[in-house]
């Protein structure tokens, strides 16, 4: 029993909530408290961190003295690989276009999928989902994304 | 009747063939995201808002409100047909629902439900349109301490609904507090929690705070399951149900809807005790309660009306008070704050035909989701039936374009990776994330009306005890704090959300 503490559910939440609360109230003490009739902005901010770094201490005593569910295995692979693909998508939407950052990112995301394979029926629903992306956002909105960056015409960023 | 007069602009607003035609989209994109096995409401509208932000805002929250009401029925038909509840609100319905399916009553399961639903949605359009003008005038009436005492029921109330440990949710408020101040100060122009990061100046991003903390902590956590879940679709019989069926449903419908109407208003997941508390009604009721989860149209009929009574009034305080209830209305909130309006008792008195316009749409969209869906059911199966491995990456990309799109920064692309990598955490870690984005929404404005109180007492903390109507709020919070620390009520409120289960 005691040995599971670190696997536990409710230990890793609570850690997290400490985490948090914790940095919280230190970027705070940067901010001006003022008094309860003139509430600076480090006021309220302390407040709530003091009280979540509370309920996080709370959850983790708790967990030393209570069965709980153990945190089962992460996803590591689909996990990076969404994640991954979103911040290629970042990258490269204002310097690429939007075309590249879209091919990118369904190919990075797809890639997590077990069922992923290379062929031609899903690579003709891509193309066919970046151009629906590019007219109907680009085009029909005219949300302004670049579709082709300056890393191919040229001009710098 | 003032409430005629009220209600026939709104009509005249709702009818516009613009808005008119939004709300039909709203309602049909909403169904067809919503019926995708694993999506639930909050995700789709989420995904779905950027769609709106280039629309005048009356059609923006037309379109907006379809598209939940859409959802709720797509999750509901997913539901009955293949058994896998987009959100918790539907787990009731699927469990008649679907052994009502695969006995080849899906026809008539999925009519009960639309049946169900669209009563449910016009008496409860009726109650907001009754109790939300004067409520409103209460409303306007409340000074800074009883509006902070407020938002204090409303999170403490969320915490109490929330489903699994009550710590957690408590931490998720206090985190979404956090967030929710992160920016610039208005009142001392103090810029905090930026971590000097220029984008962060102006707070940060809710639409990619939500579809980070739900679309992709989602979409990672349905990859994790591996192999793909098959999902095979029966055939549909006749899509009315039977003269018994109707003898049967009415007494569910009508008792489903009161109750629904009721705990919709409620903070928290009212939505979701609605359906639940329906359900365990209908049965206690029924002469042969072994029917339930066999394939008792009863069990569809009364957590569907609700449920969708529920949804509908939980439009009240958000409207009246500007005080979201459930996630779905921090939603609406934050997209009414993109477009310009703050919602609160004001808007009402302010614009009306916003308001109106927003009531009246609702009760189109419920007639419209009637109309439509049933004939519409073979193009769902067909969405249903759309393998997830195809579907996910599309999600995803549409969650990163829309998040691009509200502010032209990629910065806001990362923050959707960074609260996806939260959202999918915390989901390993059984800390539901709905409370946080409550929070959110609700942070920088508590702190303004506890420091406007305290300023106006000079700084005495009595001032949130010492006018009534503040008093009489924090009591309640507080009884309901003690009722479930309580270990006998306790015991009730665990059993009813595992009841049936």
Not at chain 2, 247 to 265: D, F, N
Not at chain 2, 282 to 308: D, H, I, T, W
Request: glycine share 12%; charged share 10%; with cysteine.
């Amino acid at each position: 029993m005691r040995v599971a503490v670190g696997r536990r559910k409710d230990f890793w939440t609570g850690v997290i909530y400490i985490v948090i609360g914790l940095s919280a109230l230190v970027i705070a003490r940067n901010y001006a408290l003022g008094s309860a009739a003139r509430m600076g902005p480090g006021y309220f901010p302390t407040a709530v961190a003091l009280l979540l770094t509370a309920v996080g201490v709370t959850i983790v005593v708790r967990s030393f003295v209570r069965e709980g569910e153990l945190v089962d295995r992460f996803a590591w692979k689909p996990m990076l690989l969404v994640l991954g693909s979103i911040v290629a998508f970042g990258i490269l939407i204002n310097r690429a276009g939007l075309p590249l950052a879209a091919v990118v990112l369904v190919l990075g995301c797809a890639a997590a999928s077990e069922r992923f394979r290379i062929g031609w029926p899903p690579m003709l629903g891509m193309a066919a989902l970046v151009a629906f992306c590019v007219i109907v956002f680009v085009i029909g909105m005219g949300i302004p994304m670049p579709l082709i960056g300056p890393w191919f015409t040229g001009i710098g960023e | 009747m003032e409430v005629f007069a009220n209600l026939a602009l709104g009509l005249q607003t709702a009818t516009g063939l613009e808005n008119l035609l939004y709300c039909f989209i709203g309602v049909c994109l909403g169904t067809a995201v919503g019926v995708l096995p694993g999506l639930g409401p909050v995700t789709t509208i989420a995904m779905l808002l950027p769609l709106t932000f280039g629309l005048p805002p009356v059609a923006a929250l037309i379109m907006l409100a379809g598209i939940y009401y859409g959802a709720q029925y797509g999750g509901s038909t997913t539901a009955i047909l293949v058994n896998m509840p987009g959100e918790a609100s539907s787990v009731v319905t699927a469990l008649d629902g679907y052994q009502m399916a695969r006995q080849g009553k899906a026809g008539r399961a999925l009519a009960t439900a639309a049946i169900g639903s669209f009563f449910a949605g016009t008496v409860a359009t009726l109650i907001i349109a009754l109790f939300a003008p004067p409520l409103a005038e209460v409303a306007l009436t409340f000074g800074p301490a009883e509006y902070f005492s407020l938002m204090v029921l409303g999170l403490v109330a969320a915490i109490v609904l929330a489903h699994g440990s009550l710590l957690h949710a408590a931490g998720m408020i206090l985190i979404g507090l956090l967030l929710g101040i992160s920016g610039t100060d208005v009142n001392s122009g103090a810029v905090r929690y930026t971590l000097g990061i220029s984008e962060l100046v102006d707070g940060i991003g809710f639409v990619a705070l939500a579809m980070g903390l739900f679309g992709v902590g989602e979409v990672i956590a349905n990859l994790e399951h591996g192999s793909e879940r098959r999902v095979s679709v029966g055939t549909i019989d006749r899509l009315m149900p039977t003269r018994e069926d109707c003898k049967r449903i009415v007494g569910p419908i009508l008792r489903g809807t009161a109750l629904g109407s009721l705990l919709g208003v409620l903070p928290g997941g009212g939505a979701l005790l609605a359906a639940f508390g329906a359900y365990t009604l209908e049965k206690r009721l029924s002469k042969n309660p072994g029917e339930f989860g066999r394939g008792a149209v009863e069990g569809v009929a009364a957590p569907e009306a609700a449920n969708n009574a529920g949804a509908q009034t939980s439009f009240i305080p958000m409207l009246t008070l500007g005080i979201p209830s459930n996630p779905t209305m921090a939603l609406m909130v934050g997209a009414m704050i993109i477009q310009g309006i703050q919602p609160g008792p004001s808007v009402m008195g302010e614009q009306p035909a916003l308001f109106w316009g927003l009531i009246v749409s609702m009760w189109i969209g419920n007639l419209m989701l009637l109309i439509l869906n049933l004939p519409l059911i073979r193009i769902w199966v067909i969405m249903i039936r759309f393998p997830y491995h195809f579907l996910y990456p599309t999600i995803v990309l549409f969650c990163a374009i829309g998040v691009f799109s509200l502010n032209n920064t990629n910065f806001d692309v990362y923050l959707l990776a960074l609260f996806g990598l939260l959202g999918y955490v915390f989901r390993k870690l059984d800390a539901e994330p709905a409370p946080l984005l409550l929070a959110f929404v609700l942070g920088p404005m508590m702190e303004e009306f506890l420091r406007r109180a305290l300023l106006i007492s000079r700084g005495d903390p009595l001032v949130l005890v010492s006018r009534p109507v503040s008093a009489a709020m924090l009591i309640i919070a507080a009884g309901l704090v003690v009722m479930v620390i309580t270990p006998a009520l306790r015991r009730t409120r665990e059993k009813a959300f595992q009841e049936e289960l």
